[in-house]
């Protein structure tokens, strides 16, 4: 199990390197192509709509078809989908190309590996360790995320080093990631044997008590999903750019520091979980980020405005190992990865949904209008939850004094 855990761990913290550097080029290579924000929205959108859809499968038959082969199978997709967004010229081609590569510009992973890991993870441990390891979980997603970041000035040494122009550096860089996205295939064939590899017949059912609960929280989810959806890190890379000229050579350090302020966050949530309650956790650390989100689009520096960005930073994500502890608490072992599917599948529909509809505010209403529908419907997201599930407590906080 100890190995199994190492195994996940550094498969997650190498997806999440090529992601954390998509999630700052893409918005930049697509608008050194020329893409206007509404263009650039429905490709990022195409992206998070596929990795919905990798997320909708896996849910119905991750079980089925073996979770290690389905692993597989989706990275091998997403590294195939970096390739062809590198050689396609064709802005049809690209979004077809994200869709069914799943690229992800959202900048952080949220797609089909991560729901099976997450259920391999929390088979793996016991209810008292299961919050420290989706904290490590999370941790080597962050770190690794935050170093893709960095990674994201490459196209800008490519043109220095190269005298590339800046689309050709951009394809350069994107064919690279397809290459290091095919490394957890190594680290997944190591795993034990999936234990439900090759079993027939339909997709297991949550149970009615599951059912309902997971519905809940599902709503929830595609709410707070949306609101990210209008802060993809496509684009908000683009409203730097646009609004105050940087570049990504400024930019990946910027996405850096929020991924590293993001990773070391982490370090006191499973403190915070233990003290106060997962749901409690959840809401108190998440809710101060969105208000914190508003100042933003009225900031006259750019100084400043990357100061207010990583302050939400060194906060906004200190909530996301506790809401997938808790999720894997509420259900069973065998109705993990379809719990854990769906709810990840509303947040990607609410992601895909979020960068469209971004770049049409952007165009109609001004480049700050995602940021505050974006912190208004996360706003939203926060109270509703700590409404609904304040009483609903997972099995190592029932009977504990102040939670």
């Known amino acids: 199990m100890d190995r199994a855990r190492t195994l996940l761990y550094a498969a997650a913290g190498a997806r999440s390197f090529v992601i954390g550097l998509t999630g700052v080029t893409l918005g930049l290579y697509l608008a050194a192509r020329g893409f206007d924000p509404a263009l650039l929205g429905g490709v990022v959108a195409s992206g998070l709509a596929g990795n919905a859809a990798g997320v909708a499968l896996v849910a119905a038959w991750g079980e089925r078809l073996g979770r290690r082969r389905a692993l597989v199978g989706?990275?091998?997709?997403?590294?195939?989908?970096?390739?062809?967004?590198?050689?396609?010229?064709?802005?049809?081609?690209?979004?077809?190309?994200?869709?069914?590569?799943?690229?992800?510009?959202?900048?952080?992973?949220?797609?089909?590996?991560?729901?099976?890991?997450?259920?391999?993870?929390?088979?793996?441990?016991d209810d008292a360790g299961r919050t420290a390891a989706f904290t490590r979980y999370s941790f080597a997603q962050d770190v690794f995320g935050a170093l893709g970041s960095l990674a994201a000035a490459?196209?800008?040494?490519?043109?220095?080093?190269?005298?590339?122009?800046?689309?050709?550096?951009?394809?350069?860089?994107?064919?690279?990631?397809?290459?290091?996205?095919?490394?957890?295939?190594?680290?997944?064939?190591?795993?034990?044997?999936?234990?439900?590899?090759?079993?027939?017949?339909?997709?297991?059912?949550?149970?009615?008590?599951?059912?309902?609960?997971?519905?809940?929280?599902?709503?929830?989810?595609?709410?707070?999903?949306?609101?990210?959806?209008?802060?993809?890190g496509s684009i908000l890379s683009y409203w730097f750019f646009r609004r105050f000229g940087l570049g990504a050579a400024t930019l990946g350090p910027v996405f850096f520091a929020a991924k590293a302020l993001n990773a070391a966050s982490y370090l006191g949530a499973e403190a915070l979980a233990r003290r106060l309650g997962l749901v409690r956790t959840m809401v108190f650390t998440h809710l101060p980020t969105s208000l914190i989100l508003l100042a933003l689009p009225f900031v006259p520096s750019a100084g400043l405005a990357v100061a207010i960005f990583l302050a939400r930073e060194a906060f906004v994500q200190m909530d996301v190992p506790a809401r997938q502890s808790y999720i894997a608490a509420v259900t069973a072992p065998g109705e993990r990865t379809a719990a854990l599917g769906i709810t990840g599948l509303v947040r990607n529909v609410g992601w895909a949904l979020g960068p469209g509809l971004a770049g049409g505010a952007m165009t109609a209403l001004g480049l700050g209008a995602p940021l505050v529908a974006g912190a208004a419907l996360k706003t939203t997201y926060d109270v509703a939850l700590y409404l609904s599930f304040r009483g609903v407590r997972p099995p190592e906080e029932r009977g504990a004094v102040g939670c």
């Open 74 to 125: 989706a990275t091998v997709l997403s590294a195939a989908g970096l390739a062809t967004v590198a050689l396609v010229a064709s802005p049809p081609g690209i979004a077809i190309a994200s869709f069914f590569g799943m690229v992800n510009g959202m900048g952080r992973d949220r797609g089909p590996a991560q729901t099976l890991e997450q259920s391999l993870l929390a088979d793996a441990v």
């Open 154 to 232: 490459a196209p800008a040494l490519l043109q220095g080093a190269l005298g590339l122009e800046p689309a050709a550096a951009h394809r350069a860089t994107f064919a690279g990631a397809a290459l290091l996205a095919l490394a957890p295939v190594a680290l997944y064939a190591r795993l034990p044997a999936d234990r439900t590899a090759g079993a027939h017949g339909p997709p297991a059912g949550l149970s009615p008590a599951s059912r309902r609960r997971v519905a809940r929280l599902s709503a929830l989810i595609a709410l707070d999903g949306l609101g990210g959806g209008f802060l993809a």
